[in-house]
Structures are given as structure tokens and as C-alpha cells.
């Protein structure tokens, strides 16, 4: 006979360890079950217990992050030209024993075009915010390991959980900065204080726009009041119309390479980077940066690990490594933007302010411009071939 009065009961003992298989089955005999009936209550005919489903994650609750292995020995980033201080990468490099090459883009465009392709290979790459935004929807990024990135609590809260990653989990943040007009003090004597000063025929043949899409046509938009990510038709016709009327007075549509012609003196003024221009005040201290009352762009750029990348660990390495204090104040020091680490920005030999409430109510991030990205392409074409 069971000393167990009930299947119940003996399914219980069970359940706490309190039977091996010997007791398990003679007292399922004694109480007349088979194995196959015994099997309804949930217990194997070892008389062992089934483990119970897992119960499901709760979203709540971080789970835990994956093991990276070990660093690998190379490490490939791409990034914009002029970008990253001169000792950093062979730093790293003697560090990490990690041999790293960098290649470099000038537009976002550029960038994600070819990782599209599939070329490069690379494990890291450095794009705009909007330009994340793009990336996340076309699926081109990687998902960071935080536990890798313990530096990550020098970022200043205002460049933390950005409109382009609102979770941090795809983005470090690089550099910050604003889109203005440089100009020569020596050759323009009052500040421009608008973007009207391109409209200005004053000024015909000694000035340059970028020669970029976002920012170029931002800075006409901001000019009549609007946003920079107006899809709106009217809006666009308007800052088409004024991107034409400041054509004639325009030496070209240029960027990053303005900087040698600022510092030679053949440009008087040009819309650019504040970076990009103190890089040029570091060789002539005529140079200066001035924003325009409308207001202008804002941005951040960040470093990103993009799909399908192979050397994951060392690119997290490096992430944590620009991170540092020291590291992060002598990227900055060289570029001249600011530093979205505030640790760094302590640092730095010129820190860059961080914009105030009230600067912000004028500064404006770019962002995807989704299905209206057509009508700006088209009105981009239309303006450089006017």
C-alpha cells in the first residue's frame, strides 16, 4: 500500500525532492496508477519533475547584456574629415594593442550610401541626428552594450536621450555644435547679425554658403521664421526663392574646405561651422563666429556601430576611451566644437558653453524629413542649377 493517501499528495512529495525513483514508484502503485496516468499531473515516468515553463521577461526588468569576448585586433571608423585629435587614435593603439584605420566622408548622405552598399566594413561611423533617425529605419545599426561603456556617466544630461535616440541605446555623443557665419573682423567691420547679410549685394563675390542641403536650406527658412524641417510648400518656395536671390553674391557652395580661403583672406564671411571656424581663428585670430538672430541649427553628432560590424568589442573599447576625460578634452581642443562629455569640457583648454534655455528657444535640431525628403532634393537641385 501508498503511504501517500492521494495521486495529489504524491505528486507533491515529488515536486519537493522528498521521493527518489524507488519510493516514486511503489507508491504510485499502490495507489493503481499507471505511469501514463500518472503523467496528467505533470511529473516524467522517472519519476523526476518537468522544469516549469520559463515565465516571460518582463519589460520592466533590464535583462541581462551579452558578452563581447575579447578585443579584436583592428578596428575600422569613418567619419568626417578633421574630426578627431591628432594623438588619439595612436593612443589607442598602444593602449589597446588595436590597429585602427580611419576613412572620411563630407555629408551624411555619403555616409549611409555606402554602408547601403554594403562597403567599408566599417565599426563605426559618426552621423548627424537626423541622420541616425534614417539609420534606425533602414536598420544600418547596431544596439550598444552599456555595461561596456562605464564613462558613459560623464555625458551631459542635454546631450543624453536626444529626439534621435531617446533610449541611448544606439549613440555616444561626439561633438556638438552650431551652424553660423564666420567672417573676417578685419575685412567686415559690423557683425552679421542676420542671414539677410548673404542676401546683401555688398557683399557679391567675397562670401560662400555650405554646399548642403539641410543647412543651406535651413538657413533660409530660419531667415522668414520657420523651421528648419519645414516640409510645408510654401515655406520651401519662399526659401528657395531667397536661396536664388543670394546666389549672384556667392563666390560658391562650400564647406569644410572654405576654412584655407577664410585664413587667406579671399573669403570675407561664410556660412559654417563654429568648429570649423575656430579650427581657422587657431591660424588667423581675424577670423570670429557669429550666429544670426533668426537662429540657426544646433547639432550633435555621435559615434554609432553599424550593422553586420565585426570588431564589436573594440568599438565599444574605443567609445569608453573617447569617454575619458583627458581623451574627450583633446578631441575638442582640436576641433573646436564642444563636447558633449562634461567631464572633458572641464578640460579643455577654450570650453564651449553649453547653449542656454534661452539660446535654445532659437537653435533647432535637424530632423528626418520622412516623405518631404524628395520635395527638399528637388528644391536643391533646382537651386544649385539656377
Known amino acids: 500500500m501508498s503511504e501517500f493517501k492521494t495521486a495529489q499528495d504524491l505528486a507533491d512529495a515529488v515536486r519537493r525532492g522528498e521521493l527518489d525513483r524507488r519510493d516514486f514508484l511503489r507508491n504510485s502503485l499502490g495507489l493503481g496508477l499507471t505511469l501514463s496516468s500518472f503523467s496528467v499531473l505533470g511529473l516524467a515516468c522517472s519519476g523526476e519533475t518537468e522544469a516549469p515553463p520559463p515565465p516571460p521577461a518582463d519589460p ?13 585586433a583592428e578596428l575600422h571608423i569613418y567619419m568626417w574629415s578633421d574630426y578627431i585629435a591628432e594623438d588619439t587614435v595612436p593612443n589607442f593603439e598602444k593602449e589597446f594593442n588595436c590597429k585602427v584605420t580611419v576613412d572620411t566622408y563630407e555629408s551624411n548622405e555619403e ?11 566599417y565599426d563605426l561611423v559618426c552621423p548627424s ?10 536598420g544600418l545599426m547596431e544596439k550598444l552594450t552599456r555595461k561596456y561603456l562605464p564613462n558613459a556617466a560623464n555625458i551631459a544630461p542635454i546631450f543624453s536621450k536626444t529626439v534621435f535616440d531617446p533610449s541611448d541605446e544606439h549613440t555616444v555623443p561626439w561633438q556638438w555644435g552650431i551652424t553660423g557665419i564666420a567672417y573676417r573682423k578685419d575685412k567686415i567691420t559690423t557683425p552679421p547679425d542676420s542671414w539677410a547679410f548673404f542676401l546683401d549685394a555688398a557683399q557679391k563675390g567675397k562670401v560662400t554658403m555650405m554646399d548642403d542641403m539641410r543647412d543651406n536650406i535651413g538657413a533660409w527658412l530660419k531667415y522668414r521664421g520657420k523651421s528648419v524641417n519645414s516640409v510645408d510648400p510654401a515655406d520651401l518656395a519662399a526659401a528657395k526663392a531667397d536661396a536664388i536671390a543670394a546666389k549672384p553674391n556667392l563666390r560658391a557652395y562650400i564647406s569644410a574646405p572654405v576654412k584655407g580661403q577664410l585664413v587667406a583672406g579671399d573669403v570675407f564671411a561664410a556660412q559654417l561651422w563654429n568648429g570649423d571656424t575656430m579650427q581657422a581663428k587657431a591660424e588667423n585670430a581675424e577670423i570670429e563666429f557669429a550666429v544670426p538672430k533668426e537662429g540657426a541649427v544646433i547639432w550633435c553628432d555621435s559615434m554609432v556601430i553599424p550593422k553586420g560590424a565585426k570588431n564589436i568589442r573594440a568599438a565599444h573599447e574605443f567609445l569608453n576611451y573617447v569617454l575619458r576625460p583627458d581623451v574627450g578634452a583633446a578631441i575638442s581642443n582640436f576641433t573646436g566644437y564642444g563636447s558633449p562629455n562634461s567631464a572633458a569640457t572641464a578640460k579643455m583648454t577654450t570650453p564651449v558653453a553649453y547653449p542656454t534655455d534661452e539660446q535654445m528657444k532659437t537653435l533647432e535640431y535637424q530632423q528626418d524629413l520622412g516623405e518631404g525628403t524628395a520635395a527638399w532634393d528637388q528644391l536643391w537641385t533646382d537651386i544649385k542649377s539656377a
Open 111 to 121: 555616409m549611409i550610401a555606402k554602408l547601403q552598399l554594403g562597403g567599408g566594413g
Open 60 to 72: 520592466a526588468v533590464p535583462q541581462p547584456e551579452p558578452e563581447l569576448g575579447p578585443i579584436e
Open 129 to 138: 541626428g537626423y541622420a541616425v533617425t534614417v539609420m534606425g529605419k533602414l
